[in-house]
C-alpha cells in the first residue's frame, strides 16, 4: 500500500522544537542536512554575487569597477567560496543526510554525533576561509606553485581552512559508506536502493580516498611557505609541477564529488515524472561506480600544457575518454526512461531534463578537451571556463534545484507555488546559456580565463555573456523568493504528492525524528510505476 | 517484521564477537617482527644495487602484513572489510606511479 | 499542540542491534585507516620521486641519521603492538586489570618513542639540520613530524581508553572502543615500519 500515512498521536515532526541551539547540537541526520542546506545556499548566492561583479566589469575592455588585482581576488573568491563552501560539500551534505536513513529505511546514519561533527568541522572552515580570502587572496581557487609560495595572500590560513574542509568532507563520505552497508532495512538489498543512494554511495568514495591527498599536499605548501622546503622551488631540486600532479589526485575525483549525487537525483526525479521505471537499473548503478573508479585515473588532463611528459599526456589522454563512456551510459538510459513515458513538467522535471541536456554539452566539450592537440589551443581559455560551468551549472545546479523543487514537501511540509517556480527556471535556463554559450566561442577564439581585460574584437560576445548573467541571476531571484514564500506561505504538503514508491515518500511530510515508527521491510523495487501504484497511473 | 536495523553480514558478526585471538599468537607474531627487523638492519649494511629499495620495501611489507593480519585481526575480517583495506595501497600505487609517468619521462630542453 | 516534553519522541525509538554497532565502529576505523594510508601517502609519493631524483643525496644524507635510535624506536613500537594486541584479547576475556596493564604499557611505550625523537630532534637542530636544509631533510622531518602527530594522538587516546576502563565501562560483553582505539595504534606501527628503512637504512 503506498499511501499509509503514519497518524500515530505521537508525530512530532523534525522540525519541531525551536531555537538555534536545538539545531546546532542535533544529531538527527535531516537536521543536519537541513543546516546544510541553508549554509550552502548562503554561499552559493555570495559566490554568485560575485560573479556577477566579475562579469560586469568584463562586460566591456578596460576597467569598469574593478582592477586587475582587484579582479584576480573576485574570482579567487568566487572560485573558492563555489568550489569549497558549495559544491563539494553541496548535494551530498544536504540531500545525501536529510534523504539517506529515509531511503534505505534508518532511523539515522551510523554515527549521528560524528555526522554533527562533520558540520561543525565545516562551519569551522568556512570561518577560515572567509578570513583568509577577505584579506585578500589572489592565488585563483588552485593556488598553484609558485605563486602560492610568494604570494601576499594569507596561503596559510586558507590551506588551513580546506584542510578543515576536507576533514568534515572525509567523515561525511566514511559516515554515509558505513551507513549504507550496514543500516539498510531487511529485503532493502543492493538492487532495490534507490539510485541516488549509489550515487552517494560512490561519491562517498571519492570524499573518503581522494580527499586525504589534496590534505596532505596542502600540508606541503605550508611548509613550502614556513620552512621553504624546496619541494615545489625548482631552486632548491624540487617541481613546482609535483604540486599539481598531487593537487588535481584529489580535485580531479572532486568534480565527480560535485556531480555525482545529481546524477543520483535526475535518476529519482526522471521515472518519477515520466511514470516510468529508470531505464536499465543495473547499468545506472554500476556506471556510478565506474566513473567513481575511473575518476582516479585522468587528473593530469588539467596539466597537459604545465610541462608534464609527453608519456604521462598521451596515457591520461586516453583515459580521460574512457571516463565518458559510463557517463554516456548515463545519458542514454535518461533518455530511453523519458521514451513512452507519460511525462509531466513539473518544475522539478524541467530541471532534470536540463540537466540532461545541458550535462551532455559540458560533458562533450570535455571530451574536446582531452584531445590533446585541441587542449593545447585551447587549455585556459574561455572553452574550459564554458565547459566547466556547463558541466557544473548545467549539471549539479540544475540537479541542485531540480532535487530542492522535488523534495521540498518531504523536507518542509509546504508546497511550492508551481506556476513562478517554471517562470524562474525558464530564466534560469535561458539566462545560463546566454551566460556560457557564448564563452565557447571566446575560447575558441583566444580569450583567455582569469583576465581582467581585454581587446576590443572580443567585446560582444563579453557583452552578450554578461547580459546572460543578468538574465540567470533574475531567475535565481525569483527561485529563492519562491522557496522562501513556500517556507512561510506554501500550502501543506501531503505525504506523497507524486505518488511514489521510493521509502522517504511513506513517511510523513516533514518526517517525524526517528523517520520510521516501524523499520519497513522492503519487498520491491522504487521505481515500479506504471503498473500497481494509483489510479492515475 | 524486524524492529531494529538488521546487518547482512551479521552471521560474520557471531564469528567476529566469539574469535579471539590468542596470546601466544601474538608473543609469536612479536618474535618474528623482532627477526624481521634484525634482517632489515644487517640487509641495509649489503649493496644489493637497484634491489636495495626492492628488499627493504618487501620485508617492509611482510611486518606491515603480519602486523595487519594478526595484531589487527585482518585474517578474521569480511570480505567487505578487506576491500576497503586493500583499496587504498592499490591508490596510492596510481598516485606513484602515475606522477612517475610525468617525471621520469619529461626530455629536457 | 504546544510545547510536547515527552523525551522518548526525541531521541531515537530504535536502538541499534549490538552487534551491528560492533561491525559499524570496528568498519568504520578501517575505513578511516585508508584516509591515513592515503594522507602519508602523499609523502611516500614525493619520497619515491625524489629518492629517485637525488638518490645520491638521499644516501649521503641519511648517514646524519641516528640508526640506533632508529632501531629502538622501531623496537618500542613493536612491542607497543604487541602489548595493545594482548589489551584487546585480555578485555575480550574480561581480564580489565590486564588490560589496564597493557593500555599502560602502551602509552608509556609511546611516550619513550616521543622522547626518543625530541633527542633526535634537538641534535638535529644543534647541527643546524633544519627542513629547509635539503629535500631529504624536508622528507625526514616531515615524514617523522607527521607521524609523531600521530603518536600523540593514539597515546590520547589510549589514556581515555585507560580513564574508561578504570571506571569499568569494559567487558568481555562490551570492549569496541578498546579494538577500535587498537586498530588507530597499530595503523601507528605500521607506518613506522616503513619510515624506519625508507629513511634511516638508504643503502
Known amino acids: 500500500m503506498a499511501n499509509h500515512t503514519i497518524a500515530a498521536p505521537l508525530y512530532v515532526p523534525y522540525l519541531d522544537k525551536k531555537g538555534i541551539l536545538s539545531w546546532l547540537l542535533s544529531t538527527d541526520h535531516k537536521r543536519i542536512g537541513i543546516m546544510y542546506l541553508i549554509s550552502i545556499s548562503t554561499f552559493f548566492l555570495i559566490a554568485g554575487i560575485s560573479a556577477l561583479l566579475m562579469r560586469l566589469e568584463l562586460i566591456a575592455p578596460g576597467k569598469t ?179 599539481q600532479n598531487f593537487f588535481w589526485f ?110 551532455t554539452i559540458g560533458g562533450l566539450t570535455g571530451v574536446f578537451l582531452g584531445a590533446l592537440a585541441v587542449d593545447v589551443h585551447l587549455h585556459d581559455t574561455y572553452f574550459v571556463v564554458a565547459h566547466m560551468h556547463y558541466v557544473m551549472i548545467g549539471g549539479t545546479v540544475m540537479g541542485f534545484f531540480g532535487g530542492l523543487h522535488f523534495w521540498f514537501p518531504k523536507m518542509f511540509g509546504k508546497m511550492l507555488n ?120 | 517484521m524486524s524492529t531494529n536495523a538488521h546487518s547482512s553480514e551479521h552471521h560474520h558478526d557471531h564469528e567476529e564477537q566469539h574469535h579471539i585471538v590468542g596470546y601466544s599468537v601474538y608473543i609469536m607474531v612479536w618474535i618474528a617482527l623482532m627477526i624481521l627487523t634484525a634482517i632489515t638492519v644487517w640487509v641495509a649494511k649489503h649493496d644489493f644495487g637497484v634491489f636495495n629499495i626492492v628488499v627493504a620495501l618487501s620485508i617492509a611489507s611482510v611486518k606491515a602484513s603480519i602486523v595487519a593480519l594478526f595484531f589487527m585481526h585482518l585474517k578474521y575480517e569480511d570480505k567487505l572489510t578487506w576491500t576497503f583495506a586493500i583499496y587504498p595501497l592499490f591508490l596510492l600505487a596510481l598516485l606513484i606511479g602515475l606522477t612517475a609517468s610525468d617525471v621520469f619521462y619529461r626530455v629536457l630542453p | 499542540m504546544g510545547e510536547i516534553v515527552i523525551e522518548d519522541t526525541h531521541s531515537h525509538a530504535h536502538h541499534i542491534d549490538p552487534k551491528v554497532e560492533y561491525s559499524m565502529s570496528k568498519f568504520g576505523m578501517w575505513l578511516f585507516l585508508g584516509t591515513e594510508i592515503l594522507l602519508f601517502g602523499g609523502l611516500f609519493a614525493a619520497y619515491a620521486i625524489y629518492r629517485a631524483k637525488y638518490a645520491t643525496m638521499f644516501h649521503e644524507q641519511h648517514k646524519e641519521l641516528d640508526v640506533t635510535l632508529g632501531a629502538i624506536n622501531t623496537v618500542i613500537l613493536i612491542f607497543s603492538s604487541l602489548t595493545m594486541a594482548v589489551g584487546v584479547t585480555a578485555i575480550q576475556k574480561g581480564k580489565r586489570n590486564l588490560l589496564t596493564l597493557m593500555l599502560l604499557i602502551t602509552i608509556i611505550c609511546g611516550i619513550a618513542f616521543g622522547v626518543n625523537k625530541y633527542f633526535e630532534y634537538g641534535h638535529k637542530f644543534e647541527h643546524h639540520i633544519s627542513p629547509s636544509t635539503s629535500i631529504f631533510f ?66
Open chain 1, 65 to 243: 569597477i574593478v582592477d586587475a588585482h582587484q579582479y584576480n581576488v573576485l574570482f579567487t573568491f568566487h572560485g573558492t567560496v563555489m568550489v569549497f563552501f558549495f559544491i563539494v560539500p553541496g548535494l551530498a551534505a544536504s540531500f545525501g543526510n536529510f534523504l539517506i536513513p529515509l531511503m534505505i529505511g534508518a532511523p539515522d546514519v551510523a554515527f549521528p554525533k560524528l555526522n554533527l561533527g562533520s558540520y561543525w568541522l565545516y562551519l569551522l572552515a568556512t570561518i577560515l576561509l572567509l578570513i583568509a580570502l577577505l584579506k585578500p587572496a589572489d592565488t585563483g581557487w588552485t593556488f598553484y606553485t609558485p605563486y602560492s609560495i610568494k604570494s601576499g595572500t594569507d596561503v596559510i590560513l586558507l590551506t588551513t581552512g580546506i584542510f578543515v574542509m576536507g576533514f568534515s568532507s572525509i567523515l561525511t563520505g566514511l559516515n554515509f559508506i558505513v551507513t549504507i552497508h550496514k543500516l539498510r532495512a531487511p529485503g532493502m538489498t543492493w538492487h532495490r536502493l534507490n539510485l541516488f543512494v549509489w550515487a552517494s554511495y560512490a561519491t562517498a568514495i571519492l570524499q573518503l580516498l581522494a580527499t586525504p591527498v589534496v590534505g596532505i599536499t596542502l600540508l606541503l605548501l605550508i611548509m613550502e611557505r614556513v620552512f621553504g622546503i624546496g619541494f615545489f622551488d625548482p631552486s632548491k631540486g624540487g617541481d613546482p609541477i609535483l604540486f
Open chain 1, 250 to 359: 584529489y580535485s580531479h575525483p572532486a568534480v565527480y564529488i560535485m556531480i555525482i549525487p545529481a546524477f543520483g537525483v535526475i535518476s529519482e526525479i526522471l521515472p518519477v515524472f515520466a511514470r516510468k521505471p529508470i531505464f536499465g537499473y543495473k547499468a545506472m548503478a554500476y556506471s556510478l561506480l565506474a566513473i567513481a573508479l575511473i575518476s582516479f585515473l585522468v587528473w593530469a588532463h588539467h596539466m597537459f600544457v604545465s610541462g608534464i611528459s609527453e608519456v604521462a599526456a598521451t596515457i591520461f589522454s586516453f583515459l580521460t575518454f574512457l571516463v565518458a563512456i559510463p557517463t554516456a551510459i548515463k545519458v542514454f538510459n535518461w533518455t530511453a526512461t523519458l521514451y513512452k513515458g507519460s511525462i509531466q513538467l513539473h518544475s522539478a522535471m524541467l530541471y532534470a531534463l536540463s540537466l540532461v541536456f545541458l550535462f
Open chain 1, 418 to 537: 508551481e506556476k513562478v517556480a517554471k517562470v524562474a527556471w525558464a530564466f534560469v535556463f535561458i539566462g545560463f546559456n546566454v551566460t556560457f554559450f557564448p564563452q565557447f566561442i571566446l575560447g575558441t577564439l583566444g580569450m583567455p580565463r582569469r583576465y581582467a581585460d581585454y581587446p576590443p574584437q572580443f567585446h560582444s560576445l563579453h557583452e552578450l555573456s554578461t547580459i546572460g548573467s543578468w538574465i540567470l541571476g533574475i531567475g535565481i531571484f525569483i527561485m529563492t523568493v519562491n522557496l522562501l514564500r513556500g517556507l512561510t506561505n506554501g500550502e501543506k504538503a501531503p505525504d506523497n504528492p507524486y505518488n511514489s514508491v521510493s521509502l522517504e515518500w511513506q513517511v510523513p511530510s516533514p518526517p517525524p525524528h526517528e523517520n520510521f515508527e516501524k523499520i519497513p521491510v522492503v519487498t520491491d523495487f522504487p521505481y515500479v510505476y506504471g503498473k500497481k501504484n494509483s489510479q492515475e497511473d
Open chain 3, 138 to 203: 624536508a622528507l625526514y622531518f616531515m615524514m617523522t613530524g607527521l607521524h609523531m602527530i600521530h603518536v600523540f594522538a593514539g597515546i590520547a587516546i589510549l589514556t581515555v581508553l585507560l580513564v574508561l576502563n578504570l571506571k569499568g565501562k569494559f567487558s568481555a560483553k562490551y570492549n569496541t572502543p578498546i579494538e577500535v582505539g587498537g586498530l588507530y595504534w597499530h595503523l601507528v606501527d605500521l607506518i613506522w615500519i616503513y619510515l624506519f628503512p625508507l629513511l634511516y637504512l638508504i643503502s
